[in-house]
């Protein structure tokens, strides 16, 4: 079988299906018009979110068996179609999702502990100790909102803490020892923290908007490591400035694109935006909460694992 690498990845993916007897190829420059022209010899591709896998590019991969998708999320893959056709879809959320649940939780702390607002002032010669003064996590109701590989990992995380731990999820029964599921209504009743592990869905976007969030009964701590697009983020705004939402740790955002840094030159940057990039209660990083250096590596040895599995 031959493969075609769209994206680089961590070397042993190679050199394990080298090993299993596949044959690889890899094009990590050519434009997606380029790729369609030559997908057809393929068995199967990799990528990672380099462009989306439309009806077109499908139709044009006439020998295709398989996608593998070094990630968590399959959004970027028309899977309907893809299935239909009889492609297999390979996805990784094994491979990263430890990598999650230690970045929210690492945001959590890090908000309730003013870490970032209290290292930026040290630097500048500021010692307000009392302007710093940290919450604890402890007594608190952390509630859950997808309860699947990510959300399963934050949940483990927290075990450490005397927390309840509560989760939402639109599949029944996934609730275990470390998080109970409940309905939403329950969740918003009780959650002092509210922490995103959803895909990316025609469900999920535009989630927590206005009217999700004035159902909460108490003011919350929102953590966002799951999709940007899941967040409005002008109601997030809002909810910031009135106090509903008491600090945001977001790992994606609903601006994410490859011209993101464009926001910063073109004079384009949305009022919300320049909000957030200026609140002291509000954490960002560039999608990378799944991103760590063991978390490459063990992505791509899940790909090679269920490509062995299903075709070796």
């Not at 990263?96 to 630097?123: I, P, Q, T, Y």
């Not at 100790?129 to 859950?144: A, C, H, K, Y």
């Not at 996934?174 to 329950?186: A, F, I, R, T, W």
């Amino acid at each position: 079988m031959k493969i075609l690498h769209l994206d680089s990845n961590h070397p042993l993916l190679i050199n394990q299906l080298n090993d299993l007897g596949f044959s690889n190829d890899e094009d990590y420059t050519s434009l997606k018009e380029e790729i369609e022209h030559k997908i057809h010899v393929y068995d199967g591709f990799i990528i990672r979110s380099r462009f989306s896998i439309d009806k077109a590019f499908l139709d044009k991969a006439t020998n295709l068996k398989f996608i593998g998708r070094v990630g968590a999320g399959l959004e970027n893959i028309d899977c309907e179609y893809a299935e239909s056709k009889g492609i297999k879809l390979i996805a990784a959320p094994e491979g990263n999702r430890n990598a999650v649940g230690e970045h929210s939780l690492g945001m959590l702390l890090s908000l309730f502990n003013k870490l970032n607002k209290a290292d930026k002032e040290v630097r500048n010669g500021k010692w307000l100790r009392e302007e710093n003064r940290g919450i604890e996590l402890d007594g608190r109701t952390v509630g859950l909102i997808g309860y699947g590989n990510m959300g399963k990992s934050f949940a483990k995380k927290l075990r450490g803490f005397d927390v309840k731990v509560l989760c939402y999820d639109i599949k029944p029964n996934v609730g275990d020892e470390n998080c109970k599921q409940v309905s939403l209504k329950e969740l918003q009743e009780k959650a002092d923290v509210l922490s995103l592990h959803t895909p990316q869905t025609e469900l999920t976007k535009n989630m927590i908007n206005t009217d999700l969030i004035n159902g909460f009964k108490k003011s919350f701590w929102l953590i966002n490591t799951a999709r940007g697009k899941s967040v409005v983020t002008k109601d997030l705004v809002e909810a910031l400035k009135s106090g509903k939402i008491l600090g945001a740790g977001l790992d994606v955002l609903e601006y994410e694109k490859s011209s993101f840094e464009n926001l910063f030159s073109d004079d384009k940057m949305p009022e919300a935006f320049k909000y957030l990039i200026n609140a002291e209660n509000v954490l960002l990083s560039p999608h990378v909460a799944g991103w760590t250096i063991e978390s490459k590596e063990r992505l791509a040895q899940t790909i090679v694992n269920k490509i062995k599995a299903h075709f070796c």
